[in-house]
């Protein structure tokens, strides 16, 4: 599965950003998809994911402020990312997660950066 990732930047504490995550698979196939982010010197970490069934599932450092969505028609999933504080600085990697006979499969995008400065 193709990930391609966008929407990162730098931006001042408060302010808002949406990251975007497209592939050319048709998202209803995949059976999660999610946002997961990895700051200097720390492990990468689930942000948010959204199922197929549209089950959603978000880190508590982030309830309230962010929002996953996804766009079917278009297979692109979004993070709408509110009230950024610098602790959000990381690099976040969109992940697609599929379900196989024998295991699962995780496919990840290439990362954008996002920075907030206080």
């Known amino acids: 599965v193709q990930l391609q990732a966008s929407g990162g930047g730098l931006v001042q504490a408060g302010r808002s950003l949406r990251l975007s995550c497209a592939t050319p698979r048709s998202i209803s196939s995949i059976n999660t998809m999610g946002w997961y982010r990895q700051a200097p010197g720390k492990q990468r970490e689930l942000v948010a994911s959204?199922?197929?069934?549209?089950?959603?599932n978000y880190a508590d450092s982030v309830k309230g402020r962010f929002t996953i969505s996804r766009d079917s028609a278009e297979n692109t999933v979004y993070l709408q990312m509110n009230s950024l504080q610098p602790e959000d600085t990381a690099v976040y990697y969109c992940?697609?997660?599929?379900?196989?006979?024998?295991?699962?499969?995780?496919?990840w995008g290439q990362g954008t950066q996002v920075t907030v400065s206080s």
């Open positions: 992940n697609a997660r599929l379900l196989r006979l024998g295991g699962v499969s995780d496919f």
């Open positions: 959204m199922t197929r069934d549209s089950r959603i």
